[in-house]
């Protein structure tokens, strides 16, 4: 089975090819992320256009080099939300397209599950059940995988999404979009334990994340400092963030008999943290997977997958011609 995947839900412009046989044969991505650096974030209008402008320049490239003619597909895995609508469309579009021209059979995907299978990407033999941390830019979520398709949320961010709070604070910070992985720089020459930024819901069990008072506490704090400062309080936000992600992941991890965790979203891709999930792996006696940091961020690999599992395991499938994916995923599919 040959499936071509299609991610466009923000500002990466993706496509990929996963062969059953051969697992993931070829993926490239388009970032937008210089278009946005000047207004420091997202513009959802410009994304949608440069999307269009890039998917069929980065389809027949893949198609290309790897010798692959669209014939030769047997099912077409395109991410049908959550995301930017605009951005959603162009890669809808195109995949509806194809799939309605070759004939060829097509896969909605939801965005989320494509990041909570990528770890599977490259070792193959990784399946649920497991835990999974999900921390993006837009979503911050500890997932139960009990089996492929039936994902529960365990618990969420009940405002700004771990990713977005590294964004923000890289803005006070002065650093340029997006601010996570320049904050996670400039963190290994701070230390970590000059400032206590809040740890928030961490006094009851409670599995509910909450970010936007560290970024207000970040901010208060930042009007009697200098420059030379910086590296201190991002060091210091860096420890506040993944000391929370960690208590509430130990907490999870006895709800049930885990013996996976895995950890997927843009904000996987970052040391401090892997460092310190490596650790509580070790503590709590289960197996940590990650993507690699090139499968962390937004891929259409992650969404070939998504598809190729969902087909040759035949979960149902959701059509989302009148509506849009929502959470809880169980939901989209059913
Ligand atoms: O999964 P992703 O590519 O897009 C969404 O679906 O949101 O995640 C992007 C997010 C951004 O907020 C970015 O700042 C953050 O992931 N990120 C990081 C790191 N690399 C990317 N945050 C902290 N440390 C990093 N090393
Ligand atoms: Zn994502």
């Not at 992650?302 to 849009?324: C, Q």
Request: charged residues 25%.
């Amino acid at each position: 089975m040959l499936v071509l995947g299609i991610e466009s839900s923000c500002d990466e412009t993706g496509i990929a090819l996963f062969s059953d046989k051969v697992g993931l044969i070829d993926h490239k991505v388009n970032s937008q992320i210089d278009l946005f650096k000047e207004y420091g974030g997202v513009i959802p209008e410009i994304a949608a256009r440069d999307h269009s402008n890039k998917i069929i320049k980065i389809l027949n490239k893949v198609l290309k080099e790897n010798d692959v003619t669209i014939d030769q597909i047997d099912l077409i895995a395109y991410t049908a939300g959550p995301g930017l609508i605009g951005s959603l469309m162009v890669g809808e579009t195109v995949a509806k397209t194809i799939s309605k021209v070759k004939n060829i059979e097509i896969i909605p995907i939801h965005h989320l599950e494509g990041h909570i299978l990528a770890p599977g990407i490259e070792n193959r033999s990784l399946k649920p059940p497991y835990l999974c941390l999900l921390v993006s830019g837009g979503h911050t979520q500890i997932i139960d995988c009990d089996d492929y398709g039936q994902y529960s949320i365990l618990g969420e961010t009940i405002d700004d999404a771990c990713g977005e709070a590294f964004d923000k604070v890289g803005k006070l910070l002065n650093l340029e979009y997006p601010g996570g992985p320049k904050v996670a720089q400039l963190a290994k020459s701070g230390n970590s334990e000059r400032f206590n930024f809040p740890r928030a819901l961490t006094q009851k069990r409670n599995l509910d994340f909450s970010f936007s008072g560290l970024k207000t506490a970040v901010l208060y704090e930042l009007e009697n400092l200098n420059l030379t400062d910086y590296a201190d309080v991002a060091a210091s936000f860096q420890a506040a963030v993944i000391d929370v992600l960690v208590k509430k992941l130990s907490w999870a991890l006895e709800t049930k008999d885990y013996k996976k965790l895995i950890c997927s979203g843009g904000v996987a891709a970052n040391e401090m943290l892997r460092i310190k999930l490596d650790q509580l792996a070790k503590n709590t006696k289960v197996q940590v997977y990650y993507p690699s940091l090139e499968l962390c961020t937004d891929n259409a690999a992650m969404i070939a997958y998504a598809g190729y599992i969902r087909k040759s395991k035949k979960l149902k499938k959701y059509d989302v011609e009148f509506s849009r994916p929502r959470w809880p995923l169980g939901e989209l599919y059913a």
